[in-house]
Every structure is written in C-alpha cells, then in structure tokens.
C-alpha cells in the first residue's frame, strides 16, 4: 500500500489571501502558490498519511466532489508535482504509521 | 480531513493550533488564479528582480551615434556584441546575450575620428559585425550589462 506524507511540514511559512495561500519553503529557498484543495491536501497529509484513494474520498466529501476518475487523476498528479517540489514523499507499506 | 483552513501567518512552532480554524478570512483583493476551485494547483513563483539580475536582454542601439565605440591606438572601434548562441532567442528584436555575456572590437575599417569619413566607417564597422552575427549595444545598455556580468572583450587591440 502506497502512503504519502509531508515533509518537513512544519517548516512551511503559509499565508493566507482568502482561499489562495503562499507557501515559503525554507529548504529549497522557494515559494509557491498553492490554491484551496491543493494547501488542503497538504495539510491533510501533514496529519494523516494517506493513500490516494483516501486522499481522494475525503477531499471529494469535503469539496462536494464526485470522486471520479479525473478526479483521482488531478489528486494523484499533484501529489507527484508535490514530490518534485520535496513537499511530500511516498512510503510503500502496510503500516503508514511504520518507519 | 475537516473543513480547516489555515490562518494568515501561520508559525512553524505552533502549526497545529494556527493552521486549524473555521474563521473565513476577509478577502477583498482580486484573485491571483481564477477557474475551477476542485482543480488543484500548485505554481512556484518566481522573483521579477531576480530575474532581471541574472538576465542580459537587450535591443540593439537605436542608431549608430548611440553605440559603443572603444578608443584604442588604432583609433574607436565598434563594442561587437554576440547573443549567446545557447540561450533561445526571443523573437523581435530583443537578444539574450547569456550570463556571459561575450564581445569583439571590430578593426576594420579603421576610423579617424576627425575625418569626414568618420560616419561612414562607423557604419562600414557596423555592418562587419553584423556579419559576424553581432550587434551593436547602446552606451546605457553597456553600462547596465557591465554592472551586472561585465562583458569580456575577445580583443588585443585595446
């Protein structure tokens, strides 16, 4: 089972511009612009490491979203531009409370 | 997951209890990106200054009074200037001339200031470094690329 989660999250300074957040990441010295479902996304895995497909049923709950293929598409594809970015990794195992 | 958004400024050492709220912030300033709210995005944004900094884009000098003529022994000789072959050039008639930005004197025809063919050389100077691929830069955009990367000068003539 694929679980993602952040990294060094808790470096991250965020501001807040009413639904779009930039995000400064002392590590790589960068800023991004994130909007509202992807700074949600980070968030989330900053609490829960999760798989896509949890990923995908909770932000489709919570944005009122059908959970459907395209859908899991844009999820899956920004969790890999998160990964370039050093945002998130990924962890191949049962317990993603493991290691 | 819940409905959490994270407040303005949010600090590394109290994330848990800052990031979490139900306050809706006051937004009046326009949005920076504008479509569908349930397409995730994430642009990683660049500095205008910076890049203007490392940056050596340039038009060519608007006419030949206003390029950059070295005084050597052997009398001005037009500053021949080269786009940096590596960089892909912007259409128009602006050029890249690279981080490194690399120049030639150009000898020929020599000039004395003091003749009346001073003009027509210069130009004669001109066109030959256009036809080595150069261009010529004004004495402003000299001095702006000077106090940036400086330009080293592929000549012994000086």
């Not at chain 1, 989330?44 to 459907?68: G, M, R, W, Y």
């Not at chain 1, 970015?85 to 191949?92: S, T």
Request: contains cysteine; charged residues 20%; hydrophobic residues 35%.
């Amino acid at each position: 089972m694929m679980y993602w989660h952040t990294e060094h999250f808790h470096t991250l300074l965020i501001e807040d511009w009413g639904d779009e957040y930039t995000v400064f990441q002392p590590d790589s010295g960068k800023t991004h612009f994130f909007n509202q479902i992807s700074i949600q996304i980070l968030i989330f895995l900053s609490q829960h490491p999760a798989t896509i497909e949890q990923i995908c049923t909770v932000l489709a709950k919570q944005f009122q979203q059908n959970p459907d293929k395209e859908f899991t598409q844009n999820i899956e594809k920004i969790l890999h531009h998160f990964e370039t970015l050093g945002l998130v990794k990924k962890r191949n195992q049962g317990n993603p409370h493991d290691g | 997951m819940t409905a959490e958004k994270p407040q303005k400024t949010t600090e590394t050492s109290n994330r848990e209890s800052t990031v979490s709220t139900l306050e809706t912030p006051q937004h009046t300033r326009r949005k920076l990106l504008k479509g569908a709210a349930t397409i995730p995005v994430v642009m990683t944004l660049y500095s205008g200054a910076a890049l203007a900094r490392t940056s050596n884009i340039t038009g060519e000098a608007a006419n030949i009074d206003t390029a950059v003529f070295m005084d050597t022994s052997n009398g001005p000789q037009l500053l021949c200037v080269f786009p940096d072959a590596a960089q892909q050039q912007i259409s128009g008639d602006t050029y890249d001339l690279g981080a490194a930005p690399q120049a030639t004197l150009i000898q020929d025809p020599k000039i004395n200031p003091i003749a009346a063919s001073a003009d027509k050389k210069k130009l004669e100077q001109l066109d030959a470094c256009h036809a080595q691929g150069g261009i010529m830069i004004s004495a402003v955009a000299y001095s702006s690329i000077m106090d940036k990367t400086g330009i080293t000068i592929n000549s012994t003539t000086l």
